[in-house]
C-alpha cells in the first residue's frame, strides 16, 4: 500500500495550535482562591505533548464529514482525560515522576494537593465539553460519546489498566497478560478517540467493526514504541524519564519479546492497522498516517 501524501506533521501542529486555543478560552484564570487551580490546570494542559488523541478523533471524524470545530470538542474531552491521567500517573503515589514534557511534573511544579484537585478538574471538564450541544445537537450523540468515554477511562479502561500496573512489578506477566494491561491503560482511550468518530457520524455499532480493529492495533503498536523508547530512547526528546520501567521491574513488551521482536511486531500491528481501513479511500489517509507514525516517532 502506498504512503499516504499527508503533511503529518503540519496536521499535528495544527490540532496542537487548536488544543491549546481551546484550553485557554476554557480555563481563563478567575481572580478569586481558586486561581491556584486554574493555573495548575494550565500548565498540565498547555503548550506540550503530542496531542495524537485529539487528532484520532478528528481524523476519524473525518471519515463521516462531521464538522471541524465539534471534532475538536470531542478532541478536548480526551486531552482533559489524558491530562488528567498523566497528572495523578506523576504522583508521589503512583509512578513518582519528577519530568514530564520537558518540564517539571505538575506535583513538583506546584504540591501534591493541587496536583490532585487540577487532575479531578479536567477530568469533570471532558464531560462538561461533551454535554454541551455546541458539542453535538443530538442528546442521543452525546449520551454516547459520554458513556463511552467514562468506561474507556474507568475501571474497565484507563483506571483498570493503571490499576495492574501498579501491580506489575510484583505478578510474572506473559506477553497475553502485558497485551491486556495495555489494552486498558492505553488502548481503551485509544479506541474511543476512533470509536467517537463514529458515534459523531452516526454509524450504528454494527458498522464499527474495523474501526475498532485499527484503533486496537495502533493502541498497542503505539504501547510496543513507547516501551522500546522507554529502554533506548533519550531522554532529552522524551521529555520524560527513560528506563523506569526497567528499573521497577515490570516486564513489557521488550522485556518480554526483546527489541527487534518488539520492533517488528509493531511494524506488523500498523500493517494489520492500515488493512482495517481499506474499505476508505482518501479521506482516512490521516488515519493511515497515524498509524506509522505510532511507530516512527522519536518521543
Do not use: N
Amino acid at each position: 500500500m502506498s504512503s499516504p501524501r499527508i503533511d503529518l506533521q503540519a496536521a499535528l501542529e495544527q490540532i496542537g495550535a487548536d488544543v491549546d486555543a481551546a484550553f485557554q478560552s476554557l480555563l481563563s484564570v478567575p481572580v478569586d482562591a481558586r486561581s491556584r487551580l486554574y493555573d495548575a490546570m494550565r500548565y498540565a494542559a498547555i503548550g506540550g505533548g503530542k496531542r495524537l488523541r485529539p487528532l484520532l478523533v478528528v481524523a476519524a471524524c473525518g471519515l463521516f464529514r462531521v464538522a471541524r470545530e465539534r471534532a475538536l470538542r470531542c478532541g478536548l474531552a480526551v486531552e482533559c482525560i489524558h491530562v488528567y491521567s498523566l497528572i495523578h500517573d506523576d504522583l508521589p503515589a503512583m509512578d513518582d515522576d519528577d519530568l514530564r514534557r520537558g518540564k517539571p511534573t505538575l506535583h513538583r511544579a506546584f504540591d501534591e494537593a493541587t496536583a490532585i484537585l487540577a487532575g479531578d478538574s479536567l477530568h469533570a471538564l471532558a464531560f462538561e465539553v461533551l454535554a454541551d450541544e455546541a458539542t453535538h445537537e443530538d442528546p442521543f450523540v452525546r449520551v454516547e460519546l459520554i458513556a463511552e468515554l467514562a468506561r474507556a477511562a474507568g475501571p474497565a479502561g484507563m483506571a483498570g489498566g493503571q490499576m495492574i500496573d501498579l501491580k506489575a512489578a510484583e505478578l510474572e506477566l506473559d506477553i497475553p497478560a502485558v497485551t491486556r494491561l495495555q489494552q486498558l491503560k492505553t488502548g481503551a482511550l485509544i479506541g474511543w478517540c476512533v470509536e467517537a468518530g463514529a458515534i459523531m457520524g452516526r454509524l450504528p455499532p454494527e458498522g464499527r467493526k474495523s474501526l475498532r480493529g485499527y484503533a486496537r492495533d495502533v493502541g498497542l503498536a503505539f504501547q510496543i514504541t513507547d516501551d522500546l523508547l522507554d529502554h533506548e530512547g533519550e531522554e532529552g526528546k522524551m521529555g520524560k524519564r527513560a528506563g523506569k520501567d526497567e528499573a521497577a521491574g515490570k516486564q513489557t513488551f521488550v522485556s518480554l519479546l526483546g527489541p527487534e521482536r518488539a520492533r517488528r511486531q509493531a511494524e506488523l500491528l500498523v500493517e494489520q492497522a492500515r488493512v482495517h481501513l481499506s474499505g476508505f479511500g482518501e479521506e482516512a489517509d490521516l488515519l493511515r498516517a497515524i498509524a506509522r507514525f505510532a511507530v516512527e516517532r522519536d518521543h
